[in-house]
């Protein structure tokens, strides 16, 4: 059993964000998504969320490609998440590339290409300029 984990807001959930899901599935047997909360997004990344922690996990525990959502409170739960849940591959677009290398100690660590040309940043921008 091949344990996967990966990281992210997920906000107005887009195919960029299942290209991701499926990949990281793809390497494994069973996928941890580690959603960031409402209070991580905003005091550590400066992101507003149009959908609520709750409604953008459950939207995420409907995708087949996930086996679990947890919550994702600080930058420093990495190590932690990657041991408690006996993770062997860490995986993150390549928007992070290298930034996440000090996993490496505890976990295979792989950044796959991002999607282009989808953001949920992006949506928000055309909806508003419609
Ligand atoms: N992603 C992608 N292609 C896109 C958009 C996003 O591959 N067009 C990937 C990102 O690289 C990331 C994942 O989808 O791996 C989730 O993206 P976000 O929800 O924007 O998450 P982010 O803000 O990058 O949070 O501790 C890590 C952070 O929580 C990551």
């Not at 059993?1 to 195919?15: N, S, W």
């Not at 409604?55 to 919550?71: S, T, W």
């Not at 932690?80 to 100690?105: R, S």
């Amino acid at each position: 059993m091949k344990r996967v984990i990966t990281y992210g807001t997920f906000d107005m959930l887009h195919y960029g964000h299942i290209n991701i899901l499926r990949r990281a599935k793809a390497l494994g047997d069973y996928l941890v998504v580690v959603l960031s909360t409402d209070e991580f997004n905003w005091n550590s990344k400066q992101k507003k969320c149009y959908f609520t922690y709750e409604q953008r996990k459950q939207v995420l525990e409907a995708i087949r490609y996930v086996d679990l959502v947890i919550p994702e409170e600080n930058w420093e739960q990495k190590v932690t998440d990657v041991q408690k849940y006996e993770i062997d591959t860490f995986v993150m677009g390549d928007d992070w590339e290298g930034k996440f290398d000090f996993l490496k100690e505890y976990c295979e660590v792989v950044y796959l290409p991002r999607t282009p040309d989808i953001s949920t940043t992006q949506i928000k921008q055309d909806l508003n300029s419609k």
